[in-house]
């Protein structure tokens, strides 16, 4: 039986629309809240109230709305997760085994999910992120297409910048029609990236364009019109 959650937008982060200010965040292996407690498909979770340099005070003050945690892979991953957010509706189905069978190349690394896809002519290893309001690729890899805008990212690990953004075509999946998604570059990522060994990081853009199913670590497209 899944439980059905109602999401709501904020900077282009993804976050639960009840009162425990739950941000969805597939960057952080480690869920948290304030109260110590998360309530999810009708259990209670102990957690730490905090992580590291991020506390819900760190993610009130950069994304300007009421956060009391966040829930990362570690919660994520004991649930089937549904992410049904590219049609206006906005939710998120825990629990839900339906049978979405069109898989996607992933991988895990040091408690994150990753995936395999095409961005404009290259197959790149993406870190799936839905805490960056921004996904990011490579410098070195998007020398051909041309600077849109900047924009404001912030990072627990460095702080504020500025990253430059692009419009670049994109495949999750061979066969699947391409889609233009918007990717940012900046070298305090390129650093972070080579320490991973990964090619880029790709965050809530990928669900404007797709509805994501994880099951068991591994990532599926559901069917066809529904």
């Known amino acids: 039986m899944f ?9 282009n982060h993804i976050i639960i629309d009840d009162e ?11 869920s948290f809240h304030s109260s110590g407690t998360i309530k999810l498909c009708g259990q ?3 957690v730490p109230t905090s992580i590291m340099e991020v506390s819900n005070a ?11 945690g966040l829930i990362g892979t570690d919660i994520i991953s004991r649930h089937t997760t549904l992410f ?12 839900d085994d339906a049978d979405y069978s069109t898989r996607i190349q992933s991988f895990s690394l040091m408690g994150l999910y990753g995936i395999v896809m095409c961005v404009g002519d290259k197959i790149v290893k993406m870190i799936f992120d839905t805490g960056a309001p921004v996904s990011y690729i490579k410098s070195s890899l998007n020398e051909q297409h ?3 805008r900047q924009t404001n990212d912030f990072s627990p ?27 940012g570059c900046a070298k305090e990522v390129d650093r972070v990236l080579s ?6 990081i790709i965050g809530t853009e990928l669900l404007k364009h797709y509805r994501i199913q994880i099951k068991n670590g591994e990532f599926f497209l559901p069917p066809q019109g529904i």
């Open 44 to 46: 209670n979770i102990n």
């Open 58 to 68: 760190y993610l009130q003050e950069n994304i300007s709305t009421d956060i009391q």
């Open 84 to 95: 049904n957010l590219q049609r206006g509706e906005d939710f998120i189905f825990m629990d």
């Open 157 to 183: 690990s460095f702080g504020n910048f500025k990253a430059d953004i692009f419009k670049i075509f994109t495949v999750i999946k061979s066969g699947c029609p391409a889609e233009e998604m918007e990717f």
């Open 3 to 11: 439980t059905m959650y109602k999401i709501k937008w904020a900077k």
């Open 20 to 30: 425990q200010g739950l941000l969805i965040d597939t960057g952080s292996p480690v």
């Open 146 to 148: 041309t600077i849109i």
């Open 195 to 200: 320490l991973m060994g990964v090619d880029g």
